[in-house]
T-cell receptor
Framework: GENVEQHPSTLSVQEGDSAVIKCTYS??????FPWYKQELGKRPQLIID?????GEKKDQRIAVTLNKTAKHFSLHITETQPEDSAVYFC???????????FGAGTRLFVKA | ETGVTQTPRHLVMGMTNKKSLKCEQH?????MYWYKQSAKKPLELMFV???????ENNSVPSRFSPECPNSSHLFLHLHTLQPEDSALYLC???????????FGPGTRLTVT
């Protein structure tokens, strides 16, 4: 069945450094790739998403890249801050369906 | 953050009890979702409703029974649960397929 793998499971960086989280998906029909951030004790919230007709999208310190041929996409956070500490989930879904498959999550620690 | 609300926030129930979780969205969305979030596991999609019609049923045991009386309300009826069903149950809504999902705060369920 469909699967989304996410790496690493834990990531620790120094404040100001960059963080990269990578995901691969198995369903070639997937064409929508959102990223959610979940702070401790809070609900997941969308931080950025990308559709298959573009290869890269950027929003301030956050960027996502997509390689449809290789079936992988990545989240890049630059100039990390302590408030970026959270669990980040990637996900994939396909047109015509509501089924969203989530990765297992990456726990990001940003050390001040 | 009042777009999607869930009640109760915490629930402890015995294996022979019957209880219901409630979700309400105030965003005018057409789709609503139930997810299960367990420690160290990906978010697991349980059910999806679009315009009050169930469009996804992700091989969920029959002891979980969803109900969507209208596009603003979603219920999850629980009966004869098992201890392994203890988890955070998240409700979400979206405009439609392949759009951002807005999550509720979740119900922390403990089955004793």
């Amino acid at each position: 069945g469909e699967n989304v793998e996410q790496h690493p499971s834990t990531l620790s960086v120094q404040e100001g450094d960059s963080a990269v989280i990578k995901c691969t998906y198995s369903d070639s029909a997937s064409n929508y790739f959102p990223w959610y951030k979940q702070e401790l004790g809070k609900r997941p919230q969308l931080i950025i998403d990308i559709r298959s007709n573009v290869g890269e999208k950027k929003d301030q310190r956050i960027a996502v890249t997509l390689n449809k041929t290789a079936k992988h996409f990545s989240l890049h956070i630059t100039e990390t801050q302590p408030e970026d500490s959270a669990v980040y989930f990637c996900a994939a879904s396909e047109t015509g369906g509501f089924k969203t498959i989530f990765g297992a999550g990456t726990r990001l620690f940003v050390k001040a | 953050e009042t777009g999607v609300t869930q009640t109760p926030r915490h629930l402890v129930m015995g294996m022979t009890n019957k209880k219901s979780l409630k979700c309400e969205q105030h965003l005018g969305h057409n789709a609503m979702y139930w997810y299960k979030q367990s420690a160290k596991k990906p978010l697991e999609l349980m059910f999806v409703y679009s315009l009050e019609e169930r469009v996804e049923n992700n091989s969920v045991p029959s002891r979980f029974s969803p109900e969507c009386p209208n596009s603003s309300h979603l219920f999850l009826h629980l009966h004869t649960l098992q201890p392994e069903d203890s988890a955070l149950y998240l409700c979400a809504s979206s405009r439609g397929e392949n759009y951002e999902q807005y999550f509720g705060p979740g119900t922390r369920l403990t089955v004793t």
